[in-house]
């Protein structure tokens, strides 16, 4: 039996709020499931630049890449915006070294945490966004600020698309069968350049409904008809947009994990939103995202989707109980939540000995 090697970064301000609470429900749901791992805990973000001057060191990128599994926090904030290498740099440059071009972005919305949702009406809400995230704006160069113009740079690659839109629908052929892609197509030459190669990938794949979607229509349809999407196959900007805007769906950006892979290696684990300064210090964090982010990588990385389970069931018991934090109109503290999961786990567990005398 080998031990899982995970290395956790644990970030700023929320993010060692919640890293905490992840880690307490890994431990409760491993107990006793011959499930055995090691924790290393490196600095990260803005953390690493106040130990180290680099918000991802040398030392961060080794352990990263030598584990079975990363989880990650958040990193970020106001006290580090004018450094000359800001935290979000670091996360960009993690996300390239360990070429994790896939960032999967679950929005579902479970029977117990519809009350939390915004949407008049109550709809079966449960897709995927494939976001790209290794390339596009964010990595494209040249890109330039002067005084009196600056410029960034749109570039996708044959290849870069191609490997994305795969995966997006291997992931439809095990889901509803449905790839959306939301792009620009009616102004982009990148998005053109999307759509040609997204339809010859969904050629190789007969049994999913392919469609497309231009951006600004997409992010209505999200509020407005959710329940029509199934994996939503996207650009590295879009995506990042448009997985916090799913977020709210379900209440809260405080709810959505994410992982990201690539073709091997490690794959990394974190939640969606950022490390939250207007709430962090004050014990209120909601650690569902970070919480889920745990059971993404037990299921994707260690194929204990039985694990996964139990958690992802232990967070609709305390959101049946009542037990949220303010972001869901709640009252309780992120630790109280994190010991109402856990409770709910261990008398799952109980019940279930007990039932099988
Ligand atoms: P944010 O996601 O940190 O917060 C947006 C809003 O959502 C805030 O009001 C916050 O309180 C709330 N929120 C987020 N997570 C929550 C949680 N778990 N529980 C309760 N409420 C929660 O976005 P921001 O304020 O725009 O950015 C803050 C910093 O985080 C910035 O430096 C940004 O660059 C960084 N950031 C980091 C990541 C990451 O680490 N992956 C992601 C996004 C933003
Ligand atoms: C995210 C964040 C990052 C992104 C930032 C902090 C660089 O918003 O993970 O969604 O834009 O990818
Ligand atoms: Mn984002």
């Known amino acids: 039996n080998q031990i899982a090697q995970i290395t956790a970064l644990a970030g700023d301000y929320i993010g060692p709020e919640i890293m905490a609470a992840g880690q307490k429900v890994l431990a409760t749901v491993a107990k006793n499931q011959n499930f055995d791992y090691q924790i290393t805990d490196m600095p990260f973000g803005g953390d690493a630049i106040d130990k180290t001057g680099d918000p991802l060191p040398q030392e961060t990128i080794d352990a990263s890449k030598n584990a079975d599994a990363i989880l ?16 979000e740099q670091g996360l960009l440059q993690i996300r390239q070294e360990l070429n994790l071009f896939a960032n999967i972005r679950p929005t579902k919305i479970t029977p117990a945490m519809m009350k939390f949702s915004p949407l008049k009406q109550e709809k079966p809400v449960d897709f995927v ?12 160069t040249p890109r330039e600020k002067h005084d009196e113009y ?32 939301v792009d620009k197509a009616n102004v982009l030459d990148t998005s053109k350049f999307w759509r040609e190669i997204t339809a010859e990938v969904a050629q190789e794949f007969p ?24 994996v939503i196959l996207t650009e590295n900007l879009f995506g990042d947009i448009l997985s916090d805007e799913a977020a709210q769906t379900t209440g809260s950006l ?8 690539g073709i091997d290696g490690p794959a990394l684990y974190e939640p969606i939103h950022g490390s939250a300064p207007d709430i962090a210090g004050k014990g209120i964090a909601n650690p569902f995202s970070m919480v889920k982010s745990v059971a993404m990588m037990l299921a994707n990385s260690f194929d204990r989707q039985d694990l996964a389970d139990q958690i992802m069931t232990g967070i609709d018991v305390a959101v049946e109980r009542g037990i ?11 630790d109280e939540v994190t010991a109402t999961i856990i409770d709910a786990i261990n008398e799952r567990r109980n019940s279930y000995a007990t039932d099988n005398v």
């Open 72 to 87: 990650l926090a958040a990193i970020g904030g106001p006290k580090w915006d004018k450094a000359p290498r800001r935290p």
């Open 129 to 140: 966004i494939v976001r790209e995230l290794t390339s596009g704006i964010y990595f494209g």
């Open 150 to 181: 600056a410029l960034d740079t749109m570039r996708y690659t044959r290849t870069e698309i191609e490997r994305i839109a795969r995966l997006a629908f291997e992931m439809a052929s095990k889901r509803r069968n449905h790839v959306t892609l």
């Open 207 to 230: 049994n999913v409904t392919y469609d497309q979607s231009y951006v600004d229509a997409a992010s209505m349809k999200i509020i407005a008809s959710p329940e029509q999407f199934d």
């Open 254 to 261: 405080g709810t959505i994990p994410s992982m990201s892979k």
């Open 324 to 334: 949220v934090t303010p972001d869901l109109g709640g009252t309780a503290t992120t």
